[in-house]
Each structure stands twice: as C-alpha cells, then as structure tokens.
C-alpha cells in the first residue's frame, strides 16, 4: 500500500487530537513528524498535548517539535473558550514518556523537506500558520519541493471568530498571507467543509465501539467538545475540523474540491483575516490553490473509525 508522508503542524486542541489519532492509524500515512504551535492553547499546552496523544496512540518513535510561542505581528489569542484550560479538557492523557525533541519547529520543517526527496512530502498544518510561513521565507526552496500543502482554515462564507473569519487565520493573518501567496500547490480545509463534519452521538459511538482501550479518551474528548460548541457557537454537535485535512491526504476522494485563487484580507477595518476565495470561473487558470466545499460524511466518520482501530 503506497504511504504519504506527511508532517502535522497543529495546536492540539480536541480536534487536532482525532487528526494524530487519524494519522497515526491509517496505514496509508507515513506520519514523519508533529510540530506544535501557540494557537488553541499556549505553545507548552499544545506541545504538551500533542506528545500525551501520541503516547496514547502507542506512537513514540513519532518527534515532536515546538514551534512559534506567538504570531509574527500580533498577540497570541487562544480558544481556551473551546479547548478549556488544558486544550485538551474533559480526558485524563497518559504521561509522555518521550522527552520533547531538540530542535526548533520551524528548522526540523525545512530540514525534513530538504532532505527528503522533492515531491514526497504534505504539509499539513490545522493551526495558526505561522511555523509554515517562516519556514517557506528562511528556506523558499521548500515552496517547490513539497508535495502539497493541506491546511485546515479559513473559509469562504461565514466564519467563527468573525463574521467572515476562521480563528486559525485571524489567530495571525499576516502568517496566512505569506502562506496563500507562494505557489506551492494548497487546498484549504476551511469552514465551508469542515462544518460538514459533525460529531453527532451516532458516530462517536461508533469510533469509540472502534477501539474500547481508545473509548473512555474519545468520548471524553468529544463529549467536552459538545457541550464546549452548545455554550459558544450553538451547534448541537461539535464540528470536528482538523481530521478533515488528514483525511483528504489519505482519500481525496471523500471531499470535493474547487480551484480558485485564495487570498487573506490584512487592512479591513472588519475583515482582517479573511480568506478571499476568487470564485469566478475566469479566476481559476493557472491557479495552484483549490477549495474544499463537499464532504463525504458517512465516508469520513468510517476513514476514522477503520484508523482507530489500528491502535493498540
């Protein structure tokens, strides 16, 4: 079975916790790495959280790097309204037996892509996309060596930390920018899809009847989840983002996508942030970047519970 090698940027986060278990669980993803940055938590929270999920998920060979304490021009803001004081409430994680890998985020990232042979590795980042942005002006060789880069955030229609802004770009939109601007080839998992995604009890019961030793953690976690998005957004099931850019790697198939060209809003006096999806059909020639806009649901929540059901 032919593997992708990937790396995860991500904040772990209730989400960003199924998208390692994903990625750890499909035989499918070769999961090179976890680099961690300050966004639904602060960075040690994140970084802490990631590597907890990864022992959870039996994958300790996995390094995991941490990577920028804050946005480049703005403050660090948090979801710890979502996420809760840990970004991880509502499950107690194992203890990390690995100590955290030397080495900053932004230098493993340049360093694994040049390494590697071109075209071989996705970036996947589903935080605040500040390690990648540095990453690709300290080494812009990378910009043409990746395979692709995958992100969850953004959207095109209605967002949720703004009328018209996803939270991990406005977390820091001048990070985005650099992003959506290189011409690497990009498919942003943004809102549009990802609310798609929900977590409602009929699935989670399934993937947690996936994995019993797994069950009592996920159901901890989606059921904080929940009631987090009940409180602050008013979903009755909770939108579970980040696997969905996981899961377009293993099987572009589960989402249809749309090509167009994508850019971040920096001086709006209400729509700094916003990811500008260019949606008119003379737009998409020679464009690198495309959309994420339908979701195989029942598709998705089954890609999750097969994954789980890899960890022992």
């Not at 593997?3 to 090179?32: F, M, N, Q, S, Y």
């Not at 942030?273 to 464009?287: E, I």
């Amino acid at each position: 079975m032919a593997t992708e090698k990937i790396i995860l940027d991500c904040d772990p986060g209730h989400d960003d916790a199924v998208a390692i278990l994903l990625a750890v669980g499909d035989p499918r993803i070769d999961l090179l790495g976890v680099t961690t940055i300050g966004g639904n938590q602060s960075l040690d929270k994140v970084t802490y959280n990631a590597r907890a999920m990864l022992e959870l998920a039996g994958a300790t060979d996995i390094p995991v790097h941490a990577g920028c304490v804050r946005p480049l021009v703005r403050k660090l803001q948090t979801a710890a309204y979502i996420h809760g004081e840990t970004g991880l409430d509502g499950v107690d994680l194992p203890e990390p037996s690995r100590p955290l890998d030397d080495g900053h985020a932004v230098s493993w990232i340049i360093d694994t892509i040049m390494n590697n042979e071109p075209q071989t590795i996705t970036v996947v980042p589903t935080g605040p996309l500040t390690n990648i942005a540095l990453a690709a002006r300290l080494e812009p060789c990378i910009v043409h060596r990746v395979k692709q880069v995958v992100l969850m955030g953004g959207a095109y229609n209605t967002g949720n930390s703004s009328p018209c802004t996803e939270f991990n770009i406005q977390c820091d939109p001048e990070a985005a920018h650099i992003v959506f601007n290189e011409d690497w080839p990009l498919t942003m998992i943004g809102l549009d899809l990802t609310h798609q995604a929900l977590c409602t009890h009929e699935y989670q019961q399934m993937i947690a009847d996936a994995n019993p030793r797994l069950a009592p953690a996920l159901n901890g976690l989606m059921d904080y989840f929940r009631l987090s998005y009940q409180d602050e957004e008013a979903f009755l099931d909770p939108p579970t983002h980040d696997p969905c850019a996981v899961a377009y790697v293993i099987d572009p198939s589960l989402i249809t996508t749309r090509k167009c060209k994508i850019d971040v809003e920096l001086s709006g006096a209400l729509t700094t942030g916003m990811t500008v999806a260019d949606l008119r059909a003379q737009a998409a020639n020679d464009c690198t970047s495309q959309v994420a806009v339908k979701l195989d649901v029942d598709g998705f929540w089954k890609l999750i519970a097969s994954a789980v059901s890899n960890l022992h």
